[in-house]
């Protein structure tokens, strides 16, 4: 399924899109793949999936780490590929690969994009590809009619450029919260409500927020200005300290359920 | 793979690959630099601190010692070392933080390997009273103590890096992190050619006073344009700086120098243009060591300041079109080059610097006597003697 359609529904419904990041093989495929079935079981409407990377500068320590782990475990691209598949096959929630460019353009741009959507990958999310170098991929995308979203990230310090950031984008605007690298924190910034009408000013593509959000009163705050909330650090630091992998699946797919309550 | 000309490429290389976070402050930072290009004051203030407070020009010294031990052509040094604190990286610095204070920025943070940027970045916020934070790799902590030590006596905070490979790129990364965070208030201060547009080109503005002083320099001693300039290459600031102002002068041979730590088939070296492929790393286009998913490959040498997997785009540009040529030289090499200038000529360069002198050492041989070489004695060994002396003790490079 498209990401678009699953915030089209969502919104039918007056309920607010949970989307749920871990990283692709921490601290094995395996466990990921049973970790994506159960949160998508507790109520996850879109799974972000981290393909990791050596030098992840847009994450702070907790997914650093998971993506050390990941690579340690042998998680490479084509293996995380048949992780999409497979799970495609069990599951019906649109999954979106979080992946540096990179690898990427190792792989070859069209042949990446090409890989994930026989895969079943709905969208790609590049944290280090700004809109000044996107052209040469949304072009590829758009020639070939790939069934596949690049989904935009605006930053509170984008002002100015959300308008040409969201144009002609795809799926949904990914809102990065604060300033900063990803990872939890307590405190946002007041204007929050106001960043997020920016970008809705400019684009009718629905809005999820992510960054730093790791509890339950934080997505009771956002949820009525947003379309979505992603949370990422929060789960992957489940997986981190969890002594096995029952523990890790048990409390994520708890917090996921907790989560799915407060956000309809 | 296709090449996007656009602005900030040197050909395909270049470019801005960082998060969104931080665009906007590459653009501001690219305005104000424009700025300043224009802005007589701001390049009189630059040069003010270069004569005044680093000592500039720095010689261009013609070493007669060992020109003849190598018996070929004739051999200029570029003492860079003679630079206040030690080393060429003092020259941008100046000129970044200039930047920075014109931006109104009140929080510098600069990354290091060596040390060397993040003591003269260390060294001008003190002067110029401003709150200064480096990242250092763990290991390059451990291996520059002394440096560390500097940093701290000058007010800077030094945060020791513990990710990945614990060197230069992973402060590199950390830096960048930082910056994202304190966006609005800090500046960073990038110690090479590398990084996303604008730092780059910037960086090499602030460095081609040294290819300036070498073109006014050699005419007034030798009457023409050398036929050879050597330098190291880590990221490359130094080589690119002698390089710039000769680019056009298409006599002149470049060369820069990488590290081939224990050697280019051994899987630890450095040698970036050498051994890497195109990729993306901190923000930019460039030849990086990678594997074939494109995940960063650690790097060794012997010296700090080579300690990295990329290079700067404008060099992997000089690469690719041919004007300038990249070679690569052992840990052992650059050690023998260490004790060699250090006999002849009572310099003892860093071990950095060390490595174009080894590949002078096999290029002088080749050349006639009437031929021109200078070589950028980027900075001064000091800072290297123990751990020299510790891989001397061992019986050979670490």
């Known amino acids: 399924m498209r990401v678009r359609s699953v915030f089209t529904n969502l919104i039918q419904h007056g309920r607010k899109a949970l989307i749920p990041y871990i990283t692709a093989g921490d601290p094995e495929l395996a466990v990921t793949e049973e970790i994506v079935m159960a949160m998508v079981q507790a109520g996850a409407d879109i799974v972000e999936l981290g393909v990791p990377y050596s030098d992840p500068l847009a994450d702070g320590v907790v997914i650093q780490r998971a993506a050390q782990r990941a690579l340690e475990a042998g998680t490479n691209l084509h293996k995380v590929f048949e992780l999409v598949e497979s799970l495609n096959s069990k599951i019906s929630v649109p999954i979106v690969l979080l992946v540096y460019f990179n690898p990427v353009y190792q792989y070859g741009l069209e042949k990446f994009i090409q890989k994930c959507v026989s895969a079943g990958a709905a969208g790609m999310i590049i944290p280090d590809l700004p809109l000044e170098e996107r052209a040469e991929i949304t072009s590829i995308i758009e020639a070939g009619g790939y069934p596949i979203d690049l989904i935009p990230l605006v930053a509170p310090t984008s002002r100015e450029r959300i308008g040409k950031v969201v144009e002609g984008a795809s799926g949904f605007v990914y809102a990065i919260s604060s300033k900063g690298v990803t990872g939890v924190r307590k405190q946002f910034s007041g204007e929050l409500e106001s960043f997020i009408g920016q970008i809705r000013s400019a684009t009718e593509l629905p809005v999820a927020l992510g960054f730093g959000i790791g509890d339950v009163e934080t997505v009771e705050k956002v949820k009525e200005f947003v379309d979505g909330v992603i949370l990422g650090s929060v789960l992957v630091q489940m997986i981190e300290e969890a002594a096995a992998k029952e523990e890790a699946i048990a409390k994520v797919s708890g917090f996921i359920a907790e989560l799915r309550k407060v956000l309809g | ?398």
């Open chain 2, 1 to 398: 793979m296709s090449t996007v000309v656009k602005a900030g490429r040197f050909g395909m290389f270049g470019g801005q690959y960082v998060p969104e976070t931080l665009m906007n402050a590459l653009t501001e930072l690219e305005r104000e630099y424009k700025k300043c290009l224009e802005d007589q004051e701001f390049w009189s203030e630059y040069h003010y601190y270069l004569r005044e407070y680093s000592g500039r020009p720095t010689p261009l010294y013609f070493a007669a010692n060992l020109t003849k031990a190598l018996g070929g052509g004739r051999i200029y040094l570029k003492r860079e070392d003679l630079n206040h604190t030690g080393a060429h990286k003092i020259n941008n610095v100046i000129g970044q933080v200039l930047l920075a204070k014109r931006m109104g920025k009140t929080r510098i943070i600069a990354e290091t390997g060596a040390g060397q940027h993040g003591v003269a970045t260390a060294t001008i916020c003190a002067m110029m009273n401003l709150t200064c934070e480096i990242y250092m790799g763990e290991e390059d902590v451990r291996r520059q103590e002394l440096n560390v030590f500097r940093m701290e006596l000058l007010g800077a905070k030094v945060n020791a890096v513990s990710s990945g490979t614990r060197t230069l790129k992973d402060a590199t990364n950390e830096a960048i992190r930082d910056w994202v965070t304190n966006v609005d208030d800090t500046f960073y201060v990038i110690g090479s050619v590398v990084g996303p547009h604008p730092y780059p080109s910037m960086v090499r503005d602030f460095q081609r006073i040294i290819g300036d002083e070498v073109k006014e320099q050699i005419l007034a001693l030798a009457g023409r344009l050398p036929d050879y300039l050597v330098a190291c290459v880590g990221g490359g600031s130094n080589a690119m700086g002698l390089f710039y102002p000769f680019v056009d002068d298409h006599d002149v041979k470049l060369w820069g120098v990488e590290a081939a730590g224990q050697g280019l088939d051994t899987g630890k070296h450095a040698a970036t243009i050498s051994r890497g492929s195109p990729g993306v790393i901190h923000g930019m286009m460039t030849y990086l060591l990678q594997d074939s998913e494109g995940q960063i490959l650690p790097v060794h040498s012997i010296s700090a300041g080579l300690d990295y997997p990329g290079v700067g785009p404008e060099h992997a540009y000089l690469h690719q079109t041919g004007r300038a040529g990249y070679a690569a030289i052992t840990d052992q090499e650059a050690l023998e080059a260490f004790k060699l200038l250090s006999k002849t000529e009572g310099i003892i360069p860093a071990l950095e610097s060390a490595h174009a002198v080894a590949y002078v050492q096999k290029l002088a041989p080749r050349t006639s006597r009437d031929e021109l070489i200078v070589v950028n004695l980027s900075g001064r060994g000091d800072k290297d003697v123990y751990s020299v002396l510790e891989t001397l003790k061992g019986g050979g490079p670490a």
